[in-house]
């Protein structure tokens, strides 16, 4: 029985594809993977997070970037293109187009069905391997709910888990709060079919 071998990529080879291609995707340790497409209340969750933190942050030393800019991973040759990131102080560019950085404080995923588990696990394992980075932010977009791993020391994470409209999050690694109401604010939620019983 022969077994299909999934063909590993350099980096390079990766940035040569990603830049003619119709669609993004990540590179994984090798593997080309592609994005799906986004939920409505996906981009606005994701579009109402970068505005907030974009106006609260425009006159302090903090840069903050939205879904198409590339995180370079070099301990795991890996690219990932995060919902929404912030730099403290100067950005460190992969190069002088500056489509990739590699040192965010602050990251920011909306879970979705199919890469919640992922954004979870892997790719925060993959996300610690940064100096730099001091908190993550997991948004749900099927439920007033964020999830918000806070580095307390250098292999230890505190998790606060946040729900309903009355919750704010505190984020601490720019000192900003945000309540959840605000954020989720025409966000309109699937009835599921635990909900019409």
């Known amino acids: 029985m022969a077994i299909a071998i999934a063909k590993r990529y350099m980096p390079a080879e990766y940035l040569a594809l990603e830049e003619k291609a119709d669609f993004r995707s990540e590179f994984i340790e090798g593997h080309i993977i592609a994005m799906a497409g986004a939920t409505a209340n996906h981009n606005i969750l994701a579009g109402k997070f ?49 489509t990739a950085i590699t040192n965010p404080c602050l990251i ?37 709910r964020v999830e918000q791993f806070t580095k307390v020391d250098d292999r230890q994470w505190l998790l606060t888990e946040l729900m309903g409209e009355k919750a704010v999050l505190a984020i601490q690694s720019i000192a900003i709060e945000m309540s959840l109401k605000d954020l989720y604010k025409r966000v309109t939620f699937q009835e599921t079919s635990e909900d019409a019983k």
């Open 108 to 144: 920011v995923e909306v879970l979705s069905n199919s890469t919640g588990g992922y954004d979870k696990s892997a790719k925060f394992r993959l996300y610690r391997s940064i100096p730099e980075f001091e908190e993550y932010i997991l948004i749900d977009q099927d439920a007033l």
């Open 50 to 98: 970068y505005a907030r933190l974009l106006l609260a942050l425009e006159d302090l030393d903090y840069l903050v970037f939205m879904s198409d800019m590339r995180l370079w991973l070099p301990l795991y040759e890996s690219y990932t293109y995060p919902d929404v990131m912030v730099v403290a102080g100067e950005p460190k560019f992969t190069d002088n187009q500056q």
